[in-house]
Structures are given as C-alpha cells and as structure tokens.
C-alpha cells in the first residue's frame, strides 16, 4: 500500500477526469511546485515511564498475578509502555473500593463539595492540556490537530458542564430526588479515550457515583494520566479506579453483582453480550454502539460546504468513529460534480505522523482494525465497488491506511452495510427525498446523519424521518457537552451528554 507518490507532499497524482491539479491552475497530473515543512509538535512535553499500575483506591498497584501487557504506538509499532493487566480479583478489590468510597464518603458530601472537586479536575485538564493531546495522539494515532482542537478542550468542557449540575440536581430534575445509582462499571472504547472517559466519569461523579473504568487494551494511558489529575484534585481515593485489562475484565466488570450501573460504549457485537449478562439484574444500563451513517446531500446544497462537511465526516479520526458519515446519499443531478469535487479534496489530505500539525489522516489504533478495514475495502472492490484512493505515500512503518472512496455502490453491499471504522466512504445516489429517507433509514443502525439544504423546511422534515439519535444539519460532528448523544436501533440505548446523560446516573424519587 506504500510504493505510491505522496499526495499529501502535493506532488500531485495524475488522477482521474477533474484531476487536483486543474483546481491549483496546473495542467492534468502537475505538481504542485511547494511543500508543507515538516512541524511536528513537540514529543517531550509527556513523560511516559517505561510501567504503569492498575489504579485502585487511590494508588497504583500491579495487577494480583503480576500480569502485564505491552501497550504501542500505532503510528510507529514501538511500545509506549508496559501496563498492569487487571485480573477478576482486581476487579473485585477496585469494585470493593469503588462501594466504601460511595457509601462512607462521596455519596454523603453535599453537592457543591462534589463540584469543587470536579470543578478542580476540569482546570487541570485544561492546565495539561497539550500534554494530554500528545499522549492521546502518541497512544490512539489521531492527528494532534484533533486531539489538541476537539478531544482534549471537549473532554474538560464535559468536566465543567457536569461540575456545574452537581449542586443544582434539585433543578435539574424539578420536583424530583435525585439519588445516585451507586458503583458504575465503565467500559470505554480506543477511538477518543479520553472523551469517553469524561463522558462516563464526569456525569457519575457529579450525580455521587464512584466509578471502576476499563479503557481499551491498545489506548490505557490517558485514563491512567486521568487517575494521576484525580489525585492532583485531591479526590478522595476510590472514586475513581481504573482496570486496563482483556476483553474477559470488561465483561466480569458488566457482570459484577457490586456494580449498579454499567456504561459500554464500542462494537454492537459486545454491546449484545452486555446487555445479556446485564439483563434480568437491576442494573442501570447504557450502550453507545456502532453506526453506518447517512450523510445527504440535496443538489441545492451549497456544494464546496457540503463536500468539506463530507470529508470531515468520514476522513476525521480516520473515520475510526461511531457517528462517522460513512454512506454519502447524493442527489442524482450532482453525483458527478460532487464526485470530482471530493476526489479533488482527497488528494490533499495530508496522510502521515500524527504528531505533525499539518495531517489530517493519522494511523490506524491497531493491526486488527487496519486488518478489517482492509478486508471489507477488498469485499466492496470483490462486490463490484468501484475504488478511488489518492496516489500518496504511506510511511513505511505504523498501521495507515488511504484515505478512500467507492462509487458504484449498492445498499446490499457489506461496505455500504457494515460498520468499517476506517476512511472509506461509500457513495448512493437518490432522486427524492422519499427516497433518500428509505435508504438513510435501510440499516440495522440508527446513531446520526447528516443533512445538506439551503431549504430549512427540508430540513426539519427531513429530520423528523430520519431513524437517527443526531441529525447535524449543513455541518456534521458537531459535539457540546450540553447535547445528548446516543442511538436507536442497533446503535444502542440511553443517552450521553447534558441532562440526558445525568439521568442516566441518578435514581429519581418522589419528595
Ligand atoms: P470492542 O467492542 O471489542 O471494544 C470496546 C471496549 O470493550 C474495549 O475496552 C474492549 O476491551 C472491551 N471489550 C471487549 N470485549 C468485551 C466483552 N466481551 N465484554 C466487555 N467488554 C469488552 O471493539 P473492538 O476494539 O474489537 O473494535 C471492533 C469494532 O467495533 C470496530 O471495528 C468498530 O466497528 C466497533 N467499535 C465501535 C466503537 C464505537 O464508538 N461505537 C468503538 C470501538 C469499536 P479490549 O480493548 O481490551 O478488547
């Protein structure tokens, strides 16, 4: 996959009709004559020691058979360090600590005790913020752009919203007593770790829940930088624990019969076996799983806004996210403008180190996921797809993959049915709206969408069709720690984010 020239350099490739170089003033296959300068942020503002503990009531402890696992860099397939692997009796011991910290001490303080202290954790975040982004981009292979532009100042802002509702939550439910649930067991994915960390743990604590959380096996170190700002805030030890480990700890977690609220997000496959273990108990259950988004796009849209909403709905996190824009519905009457206008856009997607402010396409978390993406790009060319991928040139080492486009697809294909998590688009086409609503809505999924029209009246309607928990309109992936966010269908159930994602924590009772 790596021979090619480099699109990202600008050398441009010779390309297909409407070929880059038409769009700079450059004859077909020109080069553009610059190149951006190498500008990598700097590496040493995160220290990472070579071992990390699991983090149970308040100190960090090797795992109870010593076990360990090697976590690394996508980008360059060299470890970052060694973490503890949790084992069941850890988890028991992190659960046990989780319980007496809720019951003797964080359950009882007033509300505005607890907002001190989140209020605290949330203006470190933001002191330690670059920091923070590199280690998120060094562990997950996201452009440092995004970790240090979205995840980053989105993951403190989730930490002051919900800092602010911890004292108001006769407000935020009038009438009602809101009770905390107890101990969450908090499972969280390796797409945007961090954020799903303070997507969880923020509204818990806020609401007098303590927490156990299992990040993801390829992405534990900024849950882990997490536990290190917990202790900087002076929370009381046990609020907060952190179990890396397997799969297997995720789901004895779930299962836990201490565990009073269970909070998943990451494939529908282990979403399923959640809900089975959980179900028949009462525990309170969240799932925040995959989806196959349907961005539309209507011919009167105002197209070069369209298509830079397209790109930035599929190509962002190297489309290794849930809500991910991965089905482009475009009117019959522009395909072929709107085809050559993204194809155009693709070639100067910058593709590279993660660490370089100017990409826009970092690595892929894992050899598993670049696997998978490379195997269902390999079942739409097998299914009749036609394949479009901009000539560049991928570093030699770290799992990349290029930025991708089908045409000719059809709603039975697995690329148009099944979740990549990866940056490959696959473009439909409709002639009305009816039609776009019955293929928008033709998946087992039902996370988001996207609608582009100068016509708000479309827009409403079209919404209201839609069998979809967010509809951005003339935009996408726009997130605000005051929005729910969550799924119909096979995306799961329950919501994330503003008074939703409280509820979701508390126990209304009666006055
Ligand atoms: P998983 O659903 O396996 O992983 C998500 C989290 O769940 C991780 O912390 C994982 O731990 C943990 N986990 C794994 N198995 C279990 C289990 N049986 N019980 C409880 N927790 C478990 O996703 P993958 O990493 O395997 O990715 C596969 C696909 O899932 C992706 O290609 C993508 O389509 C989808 N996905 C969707 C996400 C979303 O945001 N909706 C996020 C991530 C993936 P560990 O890392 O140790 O395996």
Redesign the pocket.
């Known amino acids: 996959m790596s021979s090619e020239p480099r699109a990202g350099s600008l050398a441009r490739p010779t390309g297909p009709a409407g070929s880059p170089g038409a769009s700079w003033g450059l004859g077909e296959g020109q080069a553009i004559p610059w190149e951006y300068a190498p500008s990598p942020e700097a590496r040493d503002i995160v220290a990472i020691r070579e071992r990390y503990g699991l983090v149970i009531d308040g100190r960090e402890v090797a795992a109870a058979d010593g076990g360990e696992f090697v976590d690394l860099n996508p980008a360059t397939e060299e470890p970052l360090a060694v973490v503890a692997r949790a084992t069941p009796a850890d988890v028991d011991r992190a659960v046990r600590a989780a319980r007496r910290a809720q019951r003797r001490r964080w359950g009882n303080l007033p509300g505005k005790e607890r907002a001190k202290y989140l209020f605290r954790i949330a203006r470190i975040l933001q002191e330690r913020s670059r920091e923070l982004a590199v280690l998120e981009t060094l562990d997950t292979g996201k452009p440092i752009k995004e970790s240090r532009d979205v995840d980053i100042p989105l993951v403190a802002a989730h930490f002051w919203y919900y800092a602010g509702w911890a004292d108001k939550l006769d407000y935020a439910f009038p009438g009602r007593v809101a009770r905390p649930l107890g101990v969450a067991g908090q499972?969280?994915?390796?797409?945007f770790p961090l954020l799903m960390l303070a997507w969880k743990i923020a509204p818990a604590l806020a609401a007098g829940n303590t927490v156990v959380l299992?990040?993801?096996?390829?992405t534990p170190l900024s849950a882990l930088r997490f536990a290190e700002i917990c202790r900087e805030a002076d929370l009381p030890p046990g609020v907060v624990n952190i179990v890396p480990?397997?799969?297997?700890i995720?789901?004895y977690l779930?299962a836990h019969r201490g565990v009073d609220k269970v909070a998943?997000?990451?494939?529908t496959?282990?979403g399923r076996?959640?809900a089975a273990s959980v179900a028949g108990t009462d525990k309170a259950l969240t799932l925040?799983?995959?989806?196959k988004a349907a961005n539309i796009i209507f011919e009167d849209a105002a197209l070069d806004q369209a298509v830079e909403g397209i790109v930035n709905g599929i190509y962002f996190n190297q489309g290794e996210v849930?809500c991910a824009g991965s089905r482009l519905l475009v009117q019959e009457s522009i395909v072929d403008v709107v085809i050559d206008k993204l194809k155009d856009r693709l070639a100067t997607l910058r593709v590279g180190d993660p660490l370089d402010k100017n990409t826009d396409v970092g690595a892929i978390n894992s050899r598993?996921?670049l696997e998978?993406i490379e195997e269902l790009v390999a079942s739409g060319v097998a299914e009749g797809a036609e394949l479009y991928q901009p000539a560049c040139q991928l570093p030699e080492r770290g799992y990349f993959f290029r930025p991708t486009l089908f045409t000719n697809v059809a709603q039975s294909h697995r690329i148009a049915r099944e979740?990549i998590?990866g940056p490959v688009l696959s473009v439909l086409s409709f002639r009305t709206p009816d039609e776009a609503i019955e293929k928008a809505n033709n998946t087992e999924y039902g996370l988001s969408a996207g609608i582009w029209t100068e016509k708000g009246s479309r827009i409403l309607e079209m919404a209201r069709r839609l069998r979809a928990g967010v509809v951005w309109a003339n935009t996408y992936n726009k997130f605000d720690p005051t929005s729910p966010f969550g799924g119909y269908k096979e995306s799961g159930f329950g919501r994330e984010g503003g008074l939703h994602g409280l509820l979701a924590y508390v126990r209304l009772e009666d006055r």
């Open positions: 499972i969280i994915p390796w797409n299992k990040p993801a096996s390829t480990g397997p799969g297997e995720g789901a779930a998943f997000t990451g494939s496959a282990v076996q959640i925040e799983l995959g989806g849930c598993a996921q998978k979740e998590f």
